[in-house]
């Protein structure tokens, strides 16, 4: 990030601030859940949005993104929403960072802004030791889709809830400090940290994980149907090439079958005509 990333104050309003007022969660399973939930669509998002303007400027975004435009376009994880976010109609307003969702912004931080995947590539496992910025940035992606999975019960025991915290913070306080050494980040995660929770000002931050949970489950029914799709078709064409061989096996055995009984009765022919002169007259 560039100075100007530096000297940008976190939205700290979507951080909520100390209470002297008791709020009664339903359990600590379900507060460690909210609690993560707002650190992925606060904190997170924010930093990966940081990183987008880091390694392509605000101003340089939508020529960037039409250079790329085909590359993006095979992106299967973008949904059609997106790309007309990405990619929109003409006379319409152009997308900058803070218009995009953390599904998004990973996309293009992958794809079109030039950083070093990490040892094994990106979107595979990340070797325990490597803090390189893919590592951290793949580590964080696959921390949101794991609570992304906890949506369904909205709830994270506390040794899960301090391990995935542990896992996001280390992340986010190296990805801050190899691109500008600032502590802002890590400040906020703190405070999110220690803070006073409400069950209402939250809501919409596990709202978004259970949305993006909803969204991967139906783009794995997608691939999953274009699979069977595919297979389906593939099975069609191989019976059709089976039947097609299997009906030229069939043609050639009619076709010899044909021709050695044209010969049996040619041969026996000769047989008859030589027989019949071999024998005496009387």
């Known amino acids: 990030m560039e100075n100007r990333s530096c000297k940008r104050q976190l939205n700290m309003s979507s951080l909520p601030g100390p209470s002297s007022t008791p ?3 339903q359990n600590k399973a379900t507060e460690n859940f909210s609690r993560l939930c707002q650190l992925i669509v606060t904190i997170c998002s924010d930093l990966f949005r940081d990183i987008l303007s880091h390694y392509i400027p605000p101003a340089n975004l ?5 250079k790329n435009k085909n590359k993006l376009d095979k992106v299967k994880s973008i949904n059609p929403q997106q790309k007309r976010l990405l990619y929109p109609d003409p006379g319409k307003a152009s997308p900058m960072a803070k218009d995009l969702d953390f599904s998004v912004l990973y996309v293009l931080i ?3 802004c030039g950083i070093k995947p990490h040892k094994n590539g990106w979107g595979d496992n990340i070797e325990n030791g490597d ?3 893919a590592a951290c940035i793949d580590r964080i992606r696959l921390q949101r889709n794991l609570l992304s999975g906890h949506s369904k019960t909205g709830s994270m025991d506390t040794a899960s809830f301090h391990s ?5 913070e280390n992340s986010i306080i190296e990805i801050e400090k190899q691109l500008t050494g600032g502590d802002m980040y890590k400040r906020a995660v703190k ?3 220690l803070c006073e929770l409400s069950p209402a000002s939250t809501k919409r931050y596990v709202e978004e994980i259970t949305r993006a949970f909803k969204s991967e489950i139906s783009k794995k029914k997608a691939r999953i149907d274009d699979v069977e799709s595919q297979l389906n078709q593939n099975t069609v064409m191989k019976k059709a090439r089976l039947d097609k061989v299997e009906d030229q096996q069939n043609s050639v055995t009619q076709e010899f079958r044909e021709r050695f009984e ?3 009765t040619s041969l026996l022919s000769i047989l008859q005509g030589k027989f019949c002169k071999a024998m005496p007259v009387y």
């Open 23 to 25: 709020y009664n969660w």
């Open 62 to 66: 939508r020529t960037e993104l039409d």
């Open 110 to 112: 992958r794809n079109i």
């Open 131 to 133: 803090n390189s910025i």
């Open 164 to 168: 995935t915290w542990t896992v996001l």
């Open 191 to 193: 405070a999110l940290y």
């Open 262 to 264: 044209e010969f049996e």
